[in-house]
């Protein structure tokens, strides 16, 4: 069993690389991924951490992109924190996702809310970790919201008077870089698109020409019966169907390493065939 998609507190999760390695070893897991967002900064001490576990930790990257009308995320696979065209474009979402926040917290601040940037750098424990779920938990520790998903509803989600657009990619071009840097790109959660099952195949076999590997069909949050489909669509295009939990700790507490909602399975094999069609 294996996990592909995980966080940290490197970005919006709340343990430490480390313990996802622990965690995943707990699960009985032979692999799992650290995914977390725009950053490969926790790999290196997650790496160390599961070498010790007996456990392949697998590094991996989540990227937010735009998509037609709406956003997409990517999961990039086997990329190091070394030079190549994509981390040097990490680098770049880095700084815009700092002048993001500074902008975010400005604007709440001009809305009257209790929320410094100082604050919300602390709820994150870095700067360059800093996102929407830590101002939620500033507003929420504040007495602004009461929940995260409140705070989220009412302050902080897309078209809400919080939010602060930040520079996407598009899938396509997370894609070449990913190639560029002799890795995978995946397309995560595919059902988080909005699409209707025809318009979701016709999007996916554009990205599957456009270089994509696999599509995200086992994941947590969905149901076996979603899982299914998803990966239907994935043999429909040749893809490989990957699968993940998505954990990110406290902030989605029904969602554990390894095993998701409690049924989630995404076997080994998966892993192999993500490796053979690394480019060469």
């Known amino acids: 069993m294996i996990d592909l998609h995980t966080h940290s507190t490197k970005s919006d999760g709340t343990d430490p690389p480390s313990r996802i390695a622990e965690l995943a070893k707990l699960a009985q897991c032979s692999a799992v991924a650290l995914s977390d967002h725009d950053t490969l900064e926790g790999v290196e001490e997650a790496g160390r951490r599961a070498g010790e576990l007996g456990v392949e930790l697998v590094p991996a990257c989540e990227v937010s992109c735009s998509f037609e009308s709406t956003s997409a995320h990517v999961l990039v696979y086997f990329v190091g924190a070394g030079e190549g065209p994509f981390e040097s474009e990490l680098v770049r979402l880095r700084e815009d996702r700092i002048a993001r926040n500074h902008e975010m917290a400005a604007r709440l601040a001009d809305l009257g809310l209790p929320v410094s940037y100082e604050e919300v750098v602390a709820e994150a424990t870095s700067e360059e970790s800093v996102g929407r779920p830590h101002f939620a938990g500033v507003l929420v520790s504040k007495g602004a919201a009461e929940s995260i998903e409140d ?11 919080g939010y602060v657009p930040k520079d996407r990619l598009t899938p396509v071009e997370v894609a070449r870089l990913a190639r560029g840097s002799g890795g995978v ?3 995560a959660h595919p059902l988080s698109l909005g699409l209707s099952r025809g318009a979701l195949s016709s999007a996916i076999g554009e990205l599957a020409a456009a270089g994509f590997t696999g599509v995200e069909a086992v994941y947590g ?3 076996p019966e979603e899982r299914a489909a998803l990966s239907e669509l994935a043999r429909e295009h040749d893809l490989v169907a990957t699968g ?37």
């Open 151 to 161: 705070a989220f509803d009412r302050w902080l989600a897309r078209g809400r008077p």
């Open 185 to 187: 790109a995946v397309l």
């Open 221 to 223: 949050g969905y149901t």
């Open 244 to 280: 993940g939990s998505d954990y990110h700790g406290e902030v989605k507490p029904n969602l554990a390493v390894g095993t998701g909602r409690g049924d989630l399975k995404v076997q080994d094999a998966v892993l192999d065939q993500l490796k053979s069609r690394v480019p060469r």
